[in-house]
């Protein structure tokens, strides 16, 4: 461990999102325990701290047996608040996009990089938990826009979707009503989706990680909850619909094109910015 001066340590405390900690910083002896307190701005919440010390306690207590460095995580309520936003820009089509599926910890370092696989979300579905991998599962639909739980809804008849009466417009544009996007970023359309893969030297797997985007083979959660094609095809989702199903791009060793999928099947998410 690193010592600021011969009897003290260091605290940092980082932000990500619009709230306010206390204390920010500071120097305190070893051993001593420090009460750590974040404060949400109106219309944010606070979602936990990341770091040296992490968990959902709010204030937080932080014991001082070495220099540490901690992060106060705040999102809009129905939205990622967990990934970094890191633009990059495809300079054929002039579009920015985020460096990273939602989710992931990082951009990827190749197409099987699992940490950045990211979540996988039910089309029109905010981020409530239930994109998380290891979330559970539930056969019981939803009547409203926004379930009131964690859990990957699994519907047993057609047209497979985890709502209804099924909603269209639940991911138009950036005010879209459950848009997961950070501020400023929305799903993107097919049409977007399709100039990138234009834009490409290839239709594949390949050349989707060669892009700017660097597009991952993390799978796609089916809608009985079951995981399949990890680590060889990606599914991402786009903000269109077709009928009852709604339209994504698929890409795998020997292709990259649009298609149709369950709206209660679980896609990445690529953000592009508004």
Not at 151 to 164: C, E, K
Not at 242 to 247: Q, V
């Amino acid at each position: 461990s690193v010592r600021c001066t011969k009897d003290e340590y260091s605290l940092e405390v980082a932000l990500r999102g619009n709230g306010s900690v206390t204390p920010v910083s500071g120097y305190f002896d070893p051993e001593a325990t420090v009460t750590v307190t974040a404060t949400p701005e109106n219309g944010w919440e606070f979602v936990g701290w990341s770091g040296d010390a992490s968990g959902t306690d709010n204030p937080l207590t932080v014991t001082m047996d070495e220099a540490k460095t901690i992060t106060a995580l705040f999102g809009i309520p129905g939205k990622d608040y967990v990934t970094e936003v890191v633009e990059v820009t495809n300079s054929v089509t002039g579009k920015t996009w985020m460096d990273r599926n939602l989710g992931a910890s990082r951009a990827a370092t190749s197409s099987t990089d699992t940490e950045a696989y990211g979540d996988l979300y039910q089309w029109g579905r905010a981020s409530d938990g239930h994109e998380k991998r290891s979330s559970g599962t539930t056969i019981t639909l939803s009547s409203s826009d926004s379930p009131t739980h964690e859990n990957f809804i699994t519907p047993s008849d057609s047209p497979y979707d985890w709502r209804n009466p099924q909603n269209d417009n639940l991911w138009q544009g950036e005010d879209g009503i459950n848009n997961p996007c950070p501020a400023g970023y929305r799903i993107p359309t097919e049409a977007e989706w399709s100039s990138e893969v234009t834009s490409w030297s290839d239709s594949d797997d390949d050349a989707a990680y060669a892009s700017v985007l660097q597009l991952t083979t993390g799978g796609y959660r089916y809608r009985d909850g079951t995981f399949r094609n990890v680590d060889t095809n990606g599914y991402y989702w786009s903000s269109n619909i077709d009928l009852e199903r709604s339209r994504s791009l698929s890409i795998s060793s020997s292709s990259a094109n649009m298609g149709s999928g369950y709206r209660s099947s679980g896609n990445a998410i690529r953000c592009i910015k508004d």
